[in-house]
Structures are given as structure tokens and as C-alpha cells.
Nanobody, 118 residues
Framework: QVQLVESGGGLAHPGGSLRLSCAAS????????MGWYRQAPGTQRELVAVITSSGITTYADSVKGRFTISRDNAKNTVNLQMNSVRPEDTAVYYC????????????WGQGTQVTVSS
């Protein structure tokens, strides 16, 4: 059983930055696809960013040019650097993991609240 724990959420002002981190348990982190989702009240959960085991990244159009996903396999962590944040970025952000042999996101963190407000 993989466990994911997010951290780094909080309050940011419009135009500011936040850095989210996700710590994963286990010894096979390097082979997993990792992603960040977010969900605001009353909205569908949105896939924000994905990073493959080889470091290839993809982003939702809403965050392209502003957010950067990265991973450190030696530390079993995946990060989301959020720059130029906007009020519409306010949501609970979830770290997710996809194991080999499936296109389904198998494991989820508990979420961390990000609020962008002046």
C-alpha cells in the first residue's frame, strides 16, 4: 500500500507563489507516474499536471506557463511549483500516483488546501 502525503498548501496573494510537495512511501517511486489534481467546491476534479517516470511533463491549459511539476526520485517526492497564482487556483490539491500496468490513478493523498486571495 502506497501512502502519499501532501504539504505546502496555504494562503497566497494573487501573483504570488506556493510550492506543494508530496512525499510517497515505498521503494519503487522512480517507476511511477505522478500527478497533481485539484478540486474546488462544486467543480469537477481537474488534472493539473503529470510527470512520468522519465520526467516528461504535461499540464492543464489553465496552468501552463505558471506551474511546474518536478520529482526527486532519491527523496520519493513530487513537487508543484505554483507561480503567478490567481484566485481561480483556489482548491484542494491532491497528489496522485499511477502504478505500472494501468492508466488508472491508484493512490491519492489526503489533499492540501490552497487559497489565493488578496
Amino acid at each position: 500500500q502506497v501512502q502519499l502525503v501532501e504539504s505546502g498548501g496555504g494562503l497566497a496573494h494573487p501573483g504570488g507563489s506556493l510550492r506543494l510537495s508530496c512525499a510517497a512511501s515505498g521503494s519503487a517511486f522512480r517507476i511511477y507516474v505522478m500527478g497533481w489534481y485539484r478540486q474546488a467546491p462544486g467543480t469537477q476534479r481537474e488534472l493539473v499536471a503529470v510527470i512520468t517516470s522519465s520526467g516528461i511533463t504535461t499540464y492543464a491549459d489553465s496552468v501552463k506557463g505558471r506551474f511546474t511539476i518536478s520529482r526527486d526520485n532519491a527523496k520519493n517526492t513530487v513537487n508543484l511549483q505554483m507561480n503567478s497564482v490567481r484566485p481561480e487556483d483556489t482548491a484542494v490539491y491532491y497528489c496522485a500516483l499511477r502504478t505500472m500496468g494501468t492508466d488508472r490513478w491508484n493512490y491519492w493523498g489526503q489533499g492540501t488546501q490552497v487559497t489565493v486571495s488578496s
